[in-house]
């Protein structure tokens, strides 16, 4: 029988090669692994885990239900950064619903998290995610600027981040607002 730790990272492979349903079973028996060694925060990363498999089949309600579990353990466990964490999965769930008020709420709560616990890429990613949610939202302005503060907090940027970053300079040298 294979160990918990085993277990998740057989899951995490499949993960990566979009087995979802697949690594959604095996972190299934990776948490039942943990539960049996009195491992709540690793019960709760397995939850989340899951929760992420269900979102990525679209199987939005499931995905809220079980990161929900998760993110109670970890508030009970006094975990303040993978309980950020599970925010930013809820809002990334919530925006993919259509829901914006929640995932603008989740982000913000996490966001808010990873300021106090000074995790300036897990900041950045947030407000990065908030400013796109606010920018499809039609806030233009806003979700610009907290587009621009997120990318500000991050060291590396991929492409696309690149190319945004580059026109918000050329947008702020012609407004004057950089």
């Given at each position: 029988?294979?160990?918990a730790?085993?277990?998740?990272?057989q899951?995490?492979?499949?993960?990566?090669d979009?087995?979802?349903?697949?690594?959604?079973?095996?972190f299934?028996?990776?948490?039942?692994?943990?539960?049996?060694?009195?491992?709540?925060?690793?019960v709760a990363?397995?939850?989340?885990?899951?929760?992420?498999?269900?979102?990525?089949?679209?199987?939005?309600?499931?995905?809220?239900?079980?990161?929900?579990?998760?993110?109670?353990?970890?508030?009970?466990?006094?975990?303040?950064?993978?309980?950020?964490?599970?925010?930013?999965?809820?809002?990334?769930?919530?925006?993919?619903?259509?829901?914006?008020?929640?995932?603008?709420?989740?982000?913000?709560?996490?966001?808010?998290?990873?300021?106090?616990?000074d995790e300036?890429?897990?900041?950045?990613?947030?407000?990065?995610?908030?400013?796109?949610?606010?920018?499809?939202?039609?806030?233009?302005?806003?979700?610009?600027?907290?587009y621009?503060?997120?990318?500000?907090?991050?060291?590396?940027?991929?492409?696309?981040?690149?190319?945004?970053?580059?026109?918000?300079g050329i947008?702020?040298?012609?407004?004057?607002?950089?």
């Open positions: 029988m294979p160990s730790q085993e277990l998740q990272d899951g995490v492979k499949l993960f990566h979009k087995d979802y349903e697949g690594a959604s079973r095996v299934h028996q990776a948490m039942d692994a943990y539960e049996v060694e009195g491992k709540r925060d690793m990363e397995m939850q989340t885990n899951i929760g992420l498999m269900h979102r990525a089949l679209s199987e939005h309600q499931q995905a809220l239900d079980i990161m929900q579990q998760a993110l109670v353990i970890f508030q009970e466990l006094n975990d303040a950064l993978r309980s950020a964490k599970v925010l930013g999965n809820l809002g990334g769930v919530y925006a993919a619903m259509g829901d914006k008020e929640q995932a603008f709420n989740c982000y913000r709560q996490a966001a808010d998290i990873f300021s106090e616990l300036k890429k897990l900041y950045g990613e947030t407000l990065v995610a908030m400013g796109d949610l606010q920018i499809r939202d039609g806030k233009l302005t806003v979700g610009a600027a907290m621009e503060a997120g990318l500000g907090n991050l060291e590396q940027l991929n492409t696309s981040q690149k190319v945004i970053k580059g026109l918000l947008r702020n040298r012609l407004t004057g607002g950089g």
